[in-house]
């Protein structure tokens, strides 16, 4: 006997065949691709080969093509779930029963479906009492008069009362004279238009679908929940508003046009719960009949309780609570939303939970795939959100929270995706994922659109000016996407829900403003000082394109300066006063938003622009610097006797020229010296962050808990306050290195400042540098004892001579201890300084001017004694029209950074006890470099949000600019100071 789960028959030996053949082709699991549809009029599709199976004697393939079903006439004998056994019904008894399983003789013809058929009123009679077949069937009429007032069920089976609109129209169950039958009721005439349109529009897709539900149930619903005042038919229609995301036109047969009409014509029914917007039977879902209302909803009153995050009043709960509908509009149950009713991703309880603490900003996101959106929600939900207000049971008060679906349409328009408030239109009821609004053909197929709630945002804004931690009533943010159906088992849809709390940053922004205006003025001016001063130490009164290019260049840095202040003192002030909030008694200030930081991170990019700038412009300064050696060592008057080739010759010993080189050296080592130790700031900082936990107070939540657990839930950073966070550790990391390598290190350690003008005295070598053209800095290094080029015993002698304070001291002038001055020089004694390095420059310059025939070896030698000789007939007064006069600097002088008076006969030495000829050094320029180095960090931190990469990478920034500076500046040292570049190591 043949069954639905047979097989075509294969022969033997091509069983045998096909292996070998799979795998000589190399395609050992290729299948034939089949579909439904390929298969034939006697074949079915069998899902479990994915291939057309022949159906058995006696059967045909089903409606849906999946199995195969008896013909006509035949009855089952055996249903195994995978297949069907068929025999054909005696002539006697050639009808079918309902089930399958019997054959019966017909009262009447029999259906196409070879089972029997009643006239309308009856009911189909097949078996007795005990459940056996009859031989005859028999159609039994219901009692449609009084007292039954009967008519067979949907299933045809029994007979029920008739529903209550047939019975009132024409006292039976006949909808009688003009009445209109629809969805299983009904209505006099004329209560609603009777043409419906059941379309809805899936406006991103551009794609209206002629909806089945709203065909069956769109008229049916408006007109029970009108006529009848059916409160399951107002729910429904309410829901189909829903659906059709609340959207108004000039349509009024649509399932929000309907709801409209019945608004307006229910207006004289009285409101529920005292809310004018809230009709009686009707569903709340609109804010008013027209746009504009939402500035008084969201901003006219604070919610009626406050938040606090300490002591007895402490609040920090948010408790909503929903109520849930199913599309039918019956009420299923109210809904603690903290549970996650409104999170459609996967997660714990805790996380979840966690979105509903005040103050914690929370985001969460995920994909999901269609096919379990389908199989998780086959009827949407429908859920009314109330923010619940009291704490006990006798005090339990519910707020309405608005929605804004930002996929509602008013006469075409999407008028909640604009940025004005006054133009939202606000809404009550919300739906997650609807599956069953983009059926089109039938209720028991796959819909063809589907429509999810992608981003769901619960909005809250603090009031300004409360000290009371008072909120406006919070604002449930709704948008939606369109999904086709193509291909579930491969298409996502990526989703979030995320809780944010915001608070006018109007005031702030204005204050920041004037900040910005004022101290970007003081900027201006400062920078005008440092360029007249800048004009003055190059002795050039003309105002050139050169000068103001240097103006923009101090600008830069000084710009730098305050944006750098002002975005600290931001990011400080919201550390403080937003991360010690439990300190409070109530919630007064709140984070802003990532798109109000939008305009601080700006300002912290044109803090680190502009002091890129600066920086660059001071390390070009310093590898260009003009510096040169003075050595004061002359030869001895002993004679020196050598016998070579048996001759004996005298004459003056020469000179060591390896003094020279060392101090050389020396000045070559402290060229990248610091006042903290770049290493150890990157370390502790990034230990600070990481291992300590620091990096905890950059979240986007009012808690200053360093650690957390690993399954606790983790708001997302807040870049004002990792801003703040980060700089504020990296300056006072390196503030307090800076005083320890000053008070302590420097004092008991080591101070190599100081001990290179020491060795400059040991060395009897000066140092002259000109960081400007006729502006510079002068170590005074002339031995005291005459003579550097000694033994050992006579070094260790002249030094203890020189403790017991037997000869005279180091200073430039008799009886002071000065050796470091800061010198303004004469335009003539530069233009001297320029002519001695004449030849050397004209070697470096076009071969035109290049004498060939001159030996550069040669040049550089006779150049540097003459420099030697020129420089020390200087400090001695040897030119009285090169002469200079020694003199302290006024306070304000030093304060502006300026000097009053203009060398123009006289060079002037300023005396300088602070060694200031460090800023020409990176020793000198640490608060740049410092705030450079903190800017950088911060920035790399902002664009990866990573503690690690951001300290990876400056590591790397320092390490490679030391290496610029150490290797420009040797090369620029043995140019200008006239020593051989192979001797600086």
């Known amino acids: 006997?043949?069954?639905?789960?047979?097989?075509?028959?294969?022969?033997?030996?091509?069983?045998?065949?096909?292996?070998?053949?799979?795998?000589?082709?190399?395609?050992?699991?290729?299948?034939?691709?089949?579909?439904?549809?390929?298969?034939?009029?006697?074949?079915?599709?069998?899902?479990?080969?994915?291939?057309?199976?022949?159906?058995?004697?006696?059967?045909?393939?089903?409606?849906?093509?999946?199995?195969?079903?008896?013909?006509?006439?035949?009855?089952?004998?055996f249903n195994s779930g995978g297949g069907v056994t068929c025999q054909p019904c005696p002539a006697s008894s050639p009808a079918v029963t309902r089930d399958g399983y019997g054959c019966i003789r017909c009262p009447g013809p029999a259906g196409e479906d070879g089972r029997c058929q009643c006239p309308a009123g009856h009911v189909l009679v097949e078996r007795d009492d005990s459940g056996n077949v009859l031989e005859d069937a028999a159609c039994q009429p219901c009692n449609a008069d009084e007292p039954a007032l009967s008519a067979p069920d949907v299933s045809g089976s029994r007979c029920v009362r008739c529903q209550d609109s047939f019975i009132n129209s024409s006292l039976s169950c006949v909808c009688g004279g003009s009445s209109i039958?629809?969805?299983?009721?009904?209505?006099?005439?004329?209560?609603?238009?009777?043409?419906?349109?059941?379309?809805?529009?899936?406006?991103?897709?551009?794609?209206?679908?002629?909806?089945?539900?709203?065909?069956?149930?769109?008229?049916?619903?408006?007109?029970?929940?009108?006529?009848?005042?059916?409160?399951?038919?107002?729910?429904?229609?309410?829901?189909?508003?829903?659906?059709?995301?609340?959207?108004?036109?000039?349509?009024?047969?649509?399932?929000?046009?309907?709801?409209?009409?019945?608004?307006?014509?229910?207006?004289?029914?009285?409101?529920?719960?005292?809310?004018?917007?809230?009709?009686?039977?009707?569903?709340?879902?609109?804010?008013?009949?027209?746009?504009?209302?939402?500035?008084?909803?969201?901003?006219?009153?604070?919610?009626?309780?406050?938040?606090?995050?300490?002591?007895?009043?402490?609040?920090?709960?948010?408790?909503?609570?929903?109520?849930?509908?199913?599309?039918?509009?019956?009420?299923?149950?109210?809904?603690?939303?903290?549970?996650?009713?409104?999170?459609?991703?996967?997660?714990?309880?805790?996380?979840?939970?966690?979105?509903?603490?005040?103050?914690?900003?929370?985001?969460?996101?995920?994909?999901?795939?269609?096919?379990?959106?389908?199989?998780?929600?086959?009827?949407?939900?429908?859920?009314?959100?109330?923010?619940?207000?009291?704490?006990?049971?006798?005090?339990?008060r519910l707020l309405a929270l608005p929605v804004l679906n930002l996929n509602m349409q008013f006469n075409g328009q999407f008028i909640n995706q604009g940025s004005s408030v006054n133009n939202w239109y606000l809404t009550r009821r919300l739906l997650l994922v609807d599956t069953l609004s983009g059926r089109d053909k039938s209720l028991n197929i796959p819909p063809k659109v589907i429509r999810v709630a992608t981003a769901i945002k619960i909005g809250f804004q603090l009031m300004p000016n409360t000290q009371r931690g008072e909120v406006y009533p919070p604002l449930i943010t709704m948008s939606y996407s369109d999904v086709p159906i193509t291909n579930p088992l491969t298409?996502?849809?990526?989703?979030?829900?995320?809780?944010?709390?915001?608070?006018?940053?109007?005031?702030?922004?204005?204050?920041?403003?004037?900040?910005?205006?004022?101290?970007?003025?003081?900027?201006?001016?400062?920078?005008?000082?440092?360029?007249?001063?800048?004009?003055?130490?190059?002795?050039?009164?003309?105002?050139?394109?050169?000068?103001?290019?240097?103006?923009?260049?101090?600008?830069?840095?000084?710009?730098?300066?305050?944006?750098?202040?002002?975005?600290?003192?931001?990011?400080?002030?919201?550390?403080?006063?937003?991360?010690?909030?439990?300190?409070?008694?109530?919630?007064?200030?709140?984070?802003?938003?990532?798109?109000q930081e939008e305009r601080f991170v700006t300002y912290v990019g044109c803090a680190f622009a502009l002091k890129a700038v600066q920086f660059l412009h001071k390390l070009l300064q310093q590898v260009c610097v003009d510096i040169f050696f003075i050595d004061w060592e002359r030869p001895r008057d002993k004679a020196l006797r050598a016998d070579v080739g048996g001759e004996a010759k005298s004459g003056a010993p020469p000179v060591s020229i390896w003094r020279t080189y060392f101090v050389a050296n020396e000045w070559n080592e402290i060229q990248t010296l610091r006042k903290i130790n770049p290493t150890f700031q990157i370390v502790a900082v990034l230990f600070l962050l990481e291992v300590v936990g620091f990096s905890n107070l950059g979240l986007r939540d009012p808690w200053s808990t360093l650690q957390r657990p690993p399954e606790a839930y983790t708001p997302p950073h807040s870049l004002v306050l990792r801003y703040g966070l980060a700089s504020i550790l990296w300056l006072c990391i390196g503030l307090l290195q800076v005083v320890f390598f000053t008070v302590f290190y420097e004092r008991f350690v080591e101070d190599k400042i100081r001990q290179f003008v020491d060795l400059c005295s040991i060395s009897n070598i000066s140092v002259l540098l000109l960081s400007h053209r006729c502006f510079g800095y002068y170590i005074h290094g002339r031995s005291v004892h005459g003579h550097a080029d000694t033994n050992m015993e006579e070094m260790n002698s002249n030094l203890k001579r020189e403790a017991d304070n037997l000869c005279g001291q180091r200073g430039l002038l008799p009886n002071s201890d000065t050796q470091t001055f800061q010198i303004s020089i004469t335009n003539r004694l530069r233009v001297q300084y320029d002519r001695i390095l004449e030849p050397l420059t004209r070697r470096h310059g076009p071969s035109r001017l290049v004498d060939a025939s001159a030996n550069p070896f040669e040049q550089s030698t006779k150049a540097y004694h003459t420099m030697n000789r020129f420089l020390g007939s200087v400090i001695d007064h040897a030119h009285r029209e090169m002469d200079y006069l020694v003199r302290d600097k006024l306070l304000f002088e030093r304060l502006v950074g300026m000097e009053f008076v203009e060398p123009l006969d006289k060079s002037i030495f300023y005396n300088d006890e602070s060694h200031s000829f460090s800023d020409v050094l990176f020793y000198g320029n640490e608060a740049t470099l410092l705030i450079f180095d903190t800017l950088f960090f911060c920035v790399v931190d902002l664009g990866s949000q990573s503690f690690v990469l951001a300290a990876v990478l400056t590591y790397l920034q320092q390490l490679v600019f030391r290496l610029i500076r150490d290797a420009v500046g040797q090369r620029n040292l043995a140019a200008k100071t006239l020593v051989d570049k192979r001797f600086l190591i």
């Open 1 to 77: 006997m043949a069954t639905g789960t047979q097989r075509p028959s294969v022969p033997a030996a091509a069983l045998l065949i096909l292996p070998l053949l799979r795998a000589a082709l190399g395609q050992q699991f290729v299948v034939t691709a089949q579909t439904p549809s390929d298969c034939g009029g006697g074949s079915y599709f069998d899902a479990s080969s994915l291939s057309c199976v022949t159906c058995g004697a006696n059967q045909v393939p089903s409606k849906s093509g999946l199995a195969c079903e008896c013909q006509t006439g035949h009855r089952l004998l």
């Open 491 to 595: 298409q996502t849809v990526p989703v979030s829900f995320s809780v944010e709390y915001e608070m006018d940053q109007s005031e702030a922004r204005v204050k920041t403003d004037i900040a910005l205006g004022v101290l970007g003025g003081v900027a201006v001016l400062y920078s005008l000082l440092k360029t007249a001063s800048w004009k003055r130490r190059i002795s050039s009164p003309i105002i050139d394109l050169e000068t103001v290019l240097k103006f923009l260049l101090f600008y830069a840095g000084d710009l730098a300066n305050v944006f750098f202040a002002i975005t600290v003192g931001t990011g400080v002030y919201w550390l403080i006063f937003y991360k010690t909030l439990q300190a409070q008694q109530f919630v007064s200030v709140l984070l802003p938003l990532p798109q």
């Open 181 to 396: 039958q629809a969805g299983g009721l009904c209505f006099p005439p004329n209560s609603l238009p009777t043409s419906v349109s059941a379309s809805v529009t899936f406006a991103q897709l551009s794609l209206p679908v002629q909806s089945v539900w709203f065909s069956n149930f769109l008229y049916s619903s408006a007109a029970a929940c009108l006529v009848f005042s059916n409160r399951s038919a107002c729910q429904a229609l309410g829901n189909m508003c829903v659906m059709n995301m609340h959207s108004s036109s000039a349509v009024t047969n649509d399932a929000c046009g309907f709801y409209n009409i019945l608004y307006r014509i229910t207006a004289t029914l009285g409101f529920t719960q005292g809310i004018s917007y809230w009709r009686a039977n009707l569903p709340w879902l609109y804010y008013g009949e027209q746009p504009g209302l939402a500035s008084q909803v969201l901003r006219t009153e604070p919610l009626p309780v406050g938040y606090s995050f300490k002591g007895a009043q402490k609040n920090t709960r948010i408790e909503l609570q929903a109520a849930v509908y199913n599309a039918a509009g019956g009420f299923l149950r109210w809904e603690n939303v903290t549970g996650g009713t409104l999170q459609l991703c996967q997660d714990t309880g805790g996380r979840k939970q966690a979105a509903f603490t005040f103050g914690t900003s929370y985001k969460q996101s995920c994909v999901l795939s269609v096919s379990d959106l389908l199989t998780l929600f086959p009827e949407p939900r429908f859920y009314d959100v109330f923010l619940a207000l009291g704490t006990s049971s006798a005090d339990r």
